[in-house]
C-alpha cells in the first residue's frame, strides 16, 4: 500500500511539474491604428512613385502584396506580413503550428506631403511559458510598425533618384 501511495505521488508530481511548462495561448486586444504623416518637398506624383517604390522594397515577402493602387486619389494599399506562421513536427510526429499576422498599409500622397497607415492585425495572439509572455504581441507590433514608419519617413524625405538620372 505505501508502495503505491509512494509512486502515486511521484506522478502526480511528475505531471504537475510538466503541466506547468505547457504554454498558453491567449487571444489578447489588437493596438490601435499606427499613422504617421511626413512632409515631404515633392509634388504628388512623385511622393506617388516614392511610396509605391517603398512598398515594393519593404514587401520583401512573397505573402506581402500590394492590392490596390490609384495614382489619381494618390492611394497605395497592400497586405503585408508582419509575423510568418509556421509548422513544426515535434516528437512522435505531434505537428503544431503558428498562424501568420497581416497589416494593412496604406500610404495616401498629395502635394508636399504623405501619410502611411497600419492597420494592426485582428485577433493577435500571445503565449505563456513559465511566466514569460513571448509571441505576436502589441509590442511586438509597434517594434515593427516603428521601423516601417521610419524607413517610409527616409524615403519619402529623401532627395528623389527619379530626378537624376
Not at 23 to 32: G, L, M, N, T
Not at 91 to 116: C, E, H, M, Q, W
Not at 146 to 163: Q, W, Y
Request: proline share 4%.
Amino acid at each position: 500500500m505505501k508502495k503505491n501511495l509512494y509512486l502515486f505521488s511521484i506522478i502526480f508530481s511528475v505531471v504537475l511539474l510538466f503541466s506547468s511548462c505547457i504554454s498558453s495561448r491567449k487571444k489578447i486586444e489588437s493596438p490601435p491604428v499606427r499613422v504617421q504623416n511626413v512632409t515631404t518637398q515633392n509634388d504628388k506624383n512623385s511622393n506617388y512613385i516614392k511610396a509605391n517604390e517603398w512598398m515594393v522594397q519593404s514587401f520583401g515577402n512573397t505573402e506581402s502584396v500590394i492590392q490596390f493602387t490609384d495614382i489619381e486619389a494618390g492611394i497605395v494599399k497592400g497586405k503585408y506580413i508582419m509575423k510568418e506562421g509556421s509548422t513544426t513536427t515535434g516528437l512522435y510526429g505531434v505537428t503544431t503550428s503558428s498562424p501568420s499576422f497581416y497589416a494593412i498599409i496604406t500610404i495616401r500622397v498629395k502635394d508636399n506631403a504623405s501619410r502611411i497607415e497600419i492597420l494592426p492585425p485582428i485577433g493577435m495572439y500571445s503565449q505563456t511559458a513559465n511566466g514569460i509572455e513571448f509571441g505576436f504581441t502589441p509590442y511586438v507590433f509597434n517594434k515593427s510598425a516603428d521601423e516601417l514608419i521610419a524607413s517610409f519617413k527616409e524615403i519619402m524625405v529623401g532627395k528623389s533618384k527619379n530626378n537624376n538620372w
